[in-house]
């Protein structure tokens, strides 16, 4: 029989589990496009990568960025993965072909294959959110 004491800190402890600000949202998805953005890069240094000179632009697989905003830059727990403006263009053509270039589908190859790897990095950063409120057997 669980006393009501019990049920008490139970409902403390789901309260602080699903309160959550929107900064803590912004780090738990952070975590996850960390994850994405290194798997990004890996594969394109593996698949695209040539030694040749780029000048002063790092490479594609060097231009991956993450960011805990959303696509405007305001901050409302989400995060994104992409590419600045001057490497968009080239990451796309990557992706999805040109008239000479044969498409790759990279990027929806690589967010696939991530999801598990991502959740996992989610969850842990969830875990450590939890652990800084207090929260405990949630």
């Known amino acids: 029989m669980v006393s009501i004491a019990g049920l008490d800190d139970w409902a403390d402890n789901l309260e602080k589990a699903y309160s959550l600000s929107t900064a803590e949202q912004a780090r738990i998805t952070k975590a996850g496009a960390d994850v994405l953005k290194k798997n990004i890069a890996e594969y394109l240094r593996s698949h695209h990568y040539r030694n040749r000179k780029t000048g ?17 830059g305001k901050v409302d727990g989400s995060s994104v993965v992409g590419f600045p403006p001057k490497k968009g263009y080239i990451a796309r053509f990557l992706s999805d072909g040109t008239k000479y270039i044969h ?22 950063e969830y875990q450590n959110i939890l652990k800084e409120k207090g929260a405990d057997n949630v």
């Open 103 to 124: 498409g790759d589908d990279y990027l929806d190859k690589v967010r696939n294959a991530s999801l598990d790897e991502i959740y996992k990095a989610e969850n842990a």
């Open 56 to 72: 002063e632009e790092p490479h594609l697989a060097d231009s991956v960025i993450d960011d805990a905003t959303n696509i405007i």
